[in-house]
């Protein structure tokens, strides 16, 4: 029973280096306490079988005794081992350096081959003889007998000594307290209990130092692991402790709204900020609802619902933005990342909400801008097409009809390239303004955008064809009255295009190309009207791109000519002059009217090199008959304010002048009033050609914008009366009343005046009556080509208008 007992006590130690090694699992020494504790067990079973003689025989006994020994003579180089573990993981670097020469890799391996020396004579009959069986009452055990190499075991005796000193020495300069406190103790229990152990080898001792040894060992090392195990368990208490405070304070100082719910939403955790944003205290809001402080205070939460919900379902990561209304009655937006979290076995979640007000503003404000003209703050073709699509929905369903209105301003590129895109966006504000007031007070189901540029579009709900009609007129009349900019008064029109769903289309693209092809029929009828669309503006849009098309090489291919048409003195009634008019001669579209593709070249700027070889060869065939020996004839030519702009337009009628050696005074240049809408810089450019001798005429006078006061303005020398007033005279007398008036004003101004459409004898007896100067018209003469012009009227200079009229 004895042994019995024996084996149970030597499991001890061995139970308790395990648990050492369960707490200190990642710490090197425990794995070396743990050995240590191992070796210690193995010594006692070497002692357990000495008290097996009723058990085993002798001979098995020696057998387990020798091999068992194995544990108390390596428990010296084991110390040794501790002090090596100390040096190179518990030590300063600077104490490393001062041990590493004494204990190291080599030293110890040397410690435990000196042990494995004498564990290894211990088999030998020279280190143990035998064992002798001593009778203890009833009590019977065996003790061995040591034979001449006892001394190896004495010499095991004294490695453990110094293994212990050293140990020892070099635990008294570990920095750390507690660990310093553990290792001391360590070696002193350590020393004292194999010295207590080392009284085995006196067989008056019955071998029972050694299982106090052990006991010793094992109860020490269980006292001193569970105290530094308890100081490690504190102090990361205190740091936990500590770093609880911590995070609590930057939970406090986070401007940030930091809160904690249960899965019944109430508050667990809430800092600083967030509480004062409820208007709270914070332990005031613990333990309670959204719908508690909803109740408690002015804070109003939105989507609420949606945030039960959100509690519910926290299996990951959950964002989300929401508005509340603070304490302060100010709507704050937030923006809130949510993750679950278990809090005492139940689940819950933590959320972060930033105040992302200011970002939202910033958004907004970069929606509207996405949305919005900057210029006039219009919505731009962006929301158009938006709401366009969202306008034809509401129509279908609604089975109404509805209109979608074009709108160009007229001309409004020369404002641009003339006065600069200042004086341009000004004046487009001013539309703006005009059009929205129109809006506002007659048409507020009415909506309007800027697509660009010049162009506007208006959507008109429940606007049928008549209706459309209306608004358009009452538009046109914002324009009649010219718009204050920067100091002067600018007068500009619209062309107006509208196309009704469904009749014209019932999606959108389709409205919108009908549109803008409406609006530019009225581009091409003259601008500043309205127009409807019709199926037939499809063949017109057709045609107007082939001419475009044509137009290109028009010029490369030399399909143009020039004729020309008699201007007559009706004082004498002789020739003075000629009008050079272009005509066009394509092989794919035929006889092309200047009226048709004058304005498209306009629009696409080929007006400037085609109007530039109609002043070259005017000059040059004008240049040419007066050197055949012609009477001079002056020659006039219509230009254009978009030549007009050309910076380079002064300098080519010079280079003209100078090449085909005509002299200035045989050229007139023909201007229209829509010179009007750049008075102050076309003033400059007509005083500059008048500089060289050139002769000014304004053309087609009393149509477009008909202001008396640009004559005075402009350095003419004549002006046309448009044919619409001299055609219908005889049938019309508002129409003779008209042209007598201009003549009047014109003899006030000391200006020439030329009558165009002169058709018969009738009109032109009137013109000549009331002291018209000049006429040209059909009933004179149709224009014609160079050659047809030099035979019927520079050979024939002599006779007079009459004929011709008469033989008409």
């Known amino acids: 029973m004895f042994f019995l007992f024996l084996i149970l006590l030597s499991c001890i130690p061995l139970c308790i280096g395990i648990t050492i090694l369960v707490l200190f699992k990642k710490n090197n020494l425990s794995k ?48 040794f081992y501790v002090a090596y573990i100390i040096v190179h993981e518990i030590l300063a670097n600077d104490l490393k350096k001062k041990w590493r020469f004494w204990i190291n890799r080599t030293t110890v391996l040397l410690f435990y081959l000196m042990a494995l020396v004498v564990y290894i004579s211990g088999w030998s009959n020279k280190g143990v003889s035998g064992l002798e069986a001593i009778h203890n009452g009833s009590t019977i055990y065996y003790f061995p007998v040591y034979g001449e190499l006892s001394w190896l075991f004495h010499f095991n005796i004294l490695l453990f000594v110094l293994s212990m000193i050293l140990c020892f020495l070099i635990s008294l300069q570990v920095k750390d307290k507690s660990m310093r406190s553990f290792l001391v103790y360590f070696n002193i229990f350590a020393f004292t209990a194999y010295a207590i152990g080392t009284l085995n080898m006196f067989p008056a001792t019955r071998l029972y130092p050694s299982s106090i040894a052990i006991l010793l060992f094992a109860i020490s090392l269980l006292i001193l692991s569970s105290r530094m195990y308890l100081e490690i368990v504190n102090k990361m208490n205190k740091k936990l402790s500590e770093q609880k405070n911590f995070l609590f304070q930057v939970i406090d100082l986070n401007p940030n709204y930091i809160y904690a719910q249960d899965e019944n939403g109430r508050y667990t955790l809430v800092n600083q900020s967030y509480a004062q944003l409820m208007g709270m205290r914070i332990r005031d809001m613990i333990g309670k609802t959204d719908d508690d402080i909803q109740l408690d205070t002015c804070v109003i939460r939105q989507n609420v619902d949606q945030k039960k919900i959100m509690l519910k379902h926290t299996e990951k990561l959950f964002i989300k933005e929401e508005i509340v209304t603070a304490k302060s009655r100010d709507a704050i937006w937030l923006q809130t990342v949510q993750v679950p979290i278990n809090i005492n076995d139940s689940s819950g979640s933590l959320a972060v909400s930033m105040d992302i007000t200011e970002r939202k503003k910033y958004e907004n404000e970069i929606m509207f801008q996405a949305n919005h003209d900057i210029l006039t703050g219009l919505p731009n073709r962006r929301m158009f097409n938006e709401d366009l699509t969202n306008f034809l929905e509401k129509a279908k369903m609604e089975n109404s009809k509805n209109a979608i209105m074009f709108i160009d301003l007229d001309r409004f590129k020369y404002i641009n390239d003339t006065l600069g895109h200042d004086v341009g966006d000004l004046l487009l504000i001013e539309v703006t303004k005009r059009l929205e007031n129109l809006l ?151 006889q092309v009217p200047p009226d048709e593709f004058i304005s498209i070249a306009e629009e696409t700027g080929m007006i400037i090199p085609i109007g530039h070889w109609v002043m070259n060869t005017a000059i040059e065939q004008n240049a040419r008959w007066q050197k055949a020996g012609y009477k001079p004839l002056t020659v006039s030519v219509n230009v254009s304010v978009r030549q007009l702009l050309d910076p380079t337009f002064l300098v080519k009628v010079q280079n003209a002048i100078e090449k085909y050696e005509l002299h200035a005074s045989y050229i007139v240049l023909e201007i229209t009033e829509s010179i009007a809408m750049y008075a102050e810089v076309m003033i400059e450019k007509l005083d500059a050609l008048k500089a060289l001798g050139i002769s000014l005429s304004m053309d087609d006078f009393g149509t477009g914008y008909s202001s008396f006061s640009y004559l005075t303005k402009y350095p003419l020398d004549s002006l046309k009366i448009d044919n619409s007033f001299v055609i219908n005279m005889s049938q019309d007398a508002e129409n003779k009343a008209i042209v007598k008036t201009i003549i009047a004003i014109a003899k006030q101004l000391d200006l020439k005046v030329i009558a165009e459409g002169v058709e018969g004898a009738e009109e032109y007896q009137f013109l000549s009556a009331n002291c018209c100067d000049y006429a040209q018209g059909y009933g004179i003469s149709r224009p014609l080509p160079a050659m047809e012009f030099e035979d019927k009227w520079l050979k024939m200079s002599e006779i007079g208008a009459s004929f011709f009229l008469i033989s008409k």
Do not use: C
């Not at 005794?65 to 428990?75: A, D, E, H, N, P």
């Not at 289309?505 to 803008?516: E, F, P, S, V």
């Not at 002059?577 to 394509?586: F, T």
């Open 440 to 590: 506002k007070k007659r048409h507020s189901g009415a909506k309007i955008y800027r697509l660009g540029g010049d162009e506007f579009t208006i959507l008109l709900p429940h606007h049928n064809e008549a209706d459309s009609e209306t608004f358009a007129k009452e538009l046109l009349e914002q324009f009649i009255n010219g718009f204050w900019v920067d100091g002067s008064d600018y007068i500009i029109t619209p062309s107006i295009g509208i196309s009704i769903f469904p009749t014209d289309g019932d999606d959108a693209n389709t409205l919108i190309k009908h549109a803008d092809i409406a609006m530019y029929h009225v581009k091409e009828r003259g601008k500043n009207d309205f127009q409807l669309f019709t199926p037939e503006m499809h063949q017109e849009l057709y045609r107007k791109m082939m001419i475009e098309k044509q137009l290109r090489t028009a010029l490369d291919n030399e399909e143009f000519e020039l004729y020309y048409q008699p201007i007559i003195d009706l004082k004498n009634n002789e020739i003075v002059g000629m009008e050079s008019l272009i005509r066009w001669n394509n092989e794919t579209l035929g």
């Open 32 to 79: 070396i306490i743990f050995m240590f504790l191992l070796l210690s067990s193995v010594w006692q079973l070497d002692v357990a079988f000495l008290y097996s003689s009723t058990i085993f025989k002798e001979e098995t006994i020696e057998i387990y005794f020798k091999l068992f020994r194995f544990g108390s003579i390596m428990i010296p180089p084991t110390i």
